[in-house]
């Protein structure tokens, strides 16, 4: 058991300390990862993996691409599949839209309410589709990924994420 600054007053308190006993500070929850027993390491590696990184389907954009020669379509379709990220976590999901300016929502997989999948004869084909998260925590109630791959895949992880519960 080693003693440690405090963060926040500068007295000494043991590394075993929940708080600081002097200012109430949680120097558990501050501790560099050396002073961190494995398990604890361990789970804050995890709730960090990213489990799948979501952007949209080049098949989404076919239609850019059968006109390629004329610029502009590969450009805008350049354009809309790098504005949109989804990065599914154990714990959460964030999402990422915009390419000059970013808008980041993130909500706990706990929060999520339905999943929808809409699929049309092209994305069937393809195995493109649009993937609706409805959750309690966002304004709009619901996050909508357009033409993403595989969306049967994401909500059955997303599902079998919100049935394991908190690690």
């Known amino acids: 058991m080693a003693l440690i600054a405090c963060p926040e007053c500068g007295k000494e308190v043991s590394t075993a300390a929940k708080a600081c006993p002097a200012c109430g500070y949680p120097v558990a929850e501050r501790q560099s990862p050396a002073t961190q027993s494995p398990e604890a390491q361990a789970r804050a590696v995890d709730a960090q993996a990213v489990l ?39 714990d959460r999901v964030a ?17 999520i309410r339905a999943i929808d999948v809409r699929q049309g004869v092209w994305g069937r084909l393809v195995g493109i589709g649009d993937v609706t998260i409805s959750t309690a925590a966002t304004v709009d109630a619901a996050e909508e990924a357009r033409g993403v ?10 599902i079998s994420q919100r049935q394991q519960g908190p690690t």
């Open 149 to 158: 791959a595989q969306p049967k895949r994401i909500r059955e992880l997303l």
């Open 52 to 90: 799948l990184e979501v952007h949209p389907s080049w098949w989404n954009f076919g239609w850019h691409l059968l006109f390629f020669w004329l610029v502009v379509p590969l450009v805008v379709a350049l354009y809309r599949r790098h504005a949109f990220v989804m990065r599914i976590y154990a």
């Open 95 to 111: 999402i990422e839209e915009g390419f000059w300016a970013k808008e980041t929502s993130e909500f706990f997989i706990k929060d």
